[in-house]
């Protein structure tokens, strides 16, 4: 299938891209800076997206060149729509309003190009901390601004579908960890373990699902193949459905013998709860997936790691 993809900068996006290259899809991959202005791990990301997808440069979803790009770059077979606002995405006060405009920028517009060219397959990253979205605890609330401002983006991109007779395949992604990651709870690990201390582990009564970023490519991939071209469907990848410290304690003894290092933990006792207790996905991905190898995925986390923080 001939595929665009926005959003290839971000950590499981060059993951995404690199499976969808795998699985003999032809890709092309927007982003929204020309490329020399990707710097760091970002810059890794691209270029690795760049290996496996043709790129454009210099769009952002719903502008006239991205217009522009749907009316003179296809046929196309799938709309994967990855790309998010994530600007202060932790913050309180991240605004949920330009968010979802910019996430749905032209929408029905972009749909209906794309419905004009042949295109009634749309594939829509969702993230399990929607509102309503994976099953748990308190209600399913939304964990925070940016969570119902994906929320809000699915939903409107569920009616302008409908309204285009286009097929919406919504991917939700629970936390995922691995290569060229966000510098979040298993890179905090990692580096404190590097410089010889004990890492704590402040929040680990928190049940939470937790999965290789590898893994969740290759469900991606599965899912894209498999969308529908009428209709609404939810592909939800799990992996280790667990408290937060025992997902430590598994981190810790899968690096200890790549590494060598004594990663050492403290579990320590939780106070914050800001958050809902559990929150996770519901369908296993070794179930969708074939041909993936669980020590090979922790062999490239180790690795990674190793370059990363110069351990050898």
Not at 38 to 58: I, L, M, S, T
Not at 141 to 160: C, D, N, Q, V
Not at 164 to 193: D, H, S
Not at 196 to 204: C, D, F, I, L, M
Request: net charge neutral; proline share 5%.
């Amino acid at each position: 299938m001939r595929i665009l993809f926005t959003g290839a900068s971000s950590f499981t996006g060059c993951w995404f891209v690199e499976q969808l290259a795998a699985a003999g899809h032809r890709v092309v991959a927007v982003f929204q800076k020309p490329r020399g202005a990707y710097d760091g791990v970002r810059r890794e990301r691209v270029d690795r997206a760049c290996n496996h997808a043709a790129p454009q440069f210099e769009l952002q979803f719903g502008d006239e060149r991205f217009l522009g790009l749907i009316e003179c770059g296809g046929p196309w077979d799938v709309l994967c729509h990855h790309a998010a606002d994530v600007t202060d995405y932790k913050s309180p006060d991240f605004n949920v309003v330009a968010a979802v405009e910019s996430n749905t920028r032209s929408v029905a517009r972009v749909l209906k190009a794309l419905r004009d060219r042949g295109c009634r397959r749309v594939v829509l990253t969702g993230s399990v901390f929607e509102p309503g979205e994976g099953a748990g605890s308190e209600g399913l609330p939304a964990f925070s601004p940016y969570g119902l401002s994906k929320g809000l983006t699915a939903e409107m991109f569920r009616y302008y579908c409908d309204r285009q007779g286009c097929g919406l395949t919504k991917f939700v992604i629970p936390n995922p960890f691995g290569p060229l990651e966000e510098p979040r709870f298993t890179a905090y690990l990692m580096k404190t373990w590097a410089a010889g201390q004990v890492a704590a582990v402040k929040t680990p009564e928190y049940v939470r699902d937790n999965i290789h970023v590898s893994l969740l490519a290759r469900a991606y991939a599965v899912c894209v193949s498999q969308s529908a071209d009428h209709g609404f469907d939810k592909c939800a990848p799990s992996a280790y459905v667990e408290s937060q410290g025992a997902f430590a304690e598994r981190f810790a003894a899968a690096m200890r013998p790549r590494l060598g290092l004594a990663c050492g933990l403290e579990q320590c006792r939780q106070t914050d709860w800001a958050e809902p207790r559990i929150r996770i996905n519901t369908t296993p991905a070794t179930s969708l997936v074939s041909e993936w190898h669980e020590p090979a995925a922790w062999d490239a986390v180790a690795e990674y790691y190793s370059g990363l923080l110069k351990l050898r």
